[in-house]
């Protein structure tokens, strides 16, 4: 199933959407100009809504008293309980952790999404006497 979340100049970098599909809230990330995740907005700790939490930059360490920002997929943090997940696949920060499930995110040209024609249903109308009538 795709689902449309917005036209990418309505979508600016380093923000996120909640949409609902079939029943589910999924938050969707623009992280930076060009990279885009999207995870479900409950967190399998207890159910917190993961995504209001703040995405970062992992960081790593090649020794001690060093560190740098990791360019990869970044980190969101549960706003209740601190749980961290990677935005590109749910898996958890700490091992055991169970995951949060991820979704493919792509930007799509408009005339990629166009099935037409469209064509909408009409219904027979008739006037009788004073009254207007619709025939469903």
């Given at each position: 199933m795709r689902v449309v979340v917005a036209p990418l100049a309505e979508f600016p970098p380093d923000s996120r959407r909640l949409v609902r599909v079939g029943g589910r809230e999924i938050g969707v990330f623009r992280v930076g100009e060009d990279r885009f995740y999207a995870v479900r907005n409950r967190c399998p700790h207890q159910g917190a809504p993961l995504c209001l939490g703040h995405v970062f930059a992992?960081?790593?360490?090649?020794?001690?008293?060093?560190?740098?920002?990791?360019?990869?997929?970044?980190?969101?943090?549960?706003?209740?309980?601190?749980?961290?997940?990677?935005?590109?696949?749910?898996?958890?920060?700490?091992?055991?952790?169970?995951?949060?499930?991820?979704?493919?995110?792509?930007?799509?040209?408009?005339?990629?999404?166009v099935e037409g024609p469209y064509v909408v249903e009409t219904f027979p109308v008739t006037v009788s006497e004073q009254y207007v009538v619709l025939e469903a």
């Open positions: 992992r960081i790593v360490s090649p020794q001690p008293g060093e560190f740098e920002l990791a360019s990869g997929p970044p980190l969101l943090v549960c706003p209740w309980h601190g749980w961290q997940y990677d935005v590109s696949t749910g898996q958890s920060y700490s091992p055991g952790d169970p995951r949060v499930k991820s979704y493919g995110v792509s930007v799509t040209p408009g005339s990629e999404l």
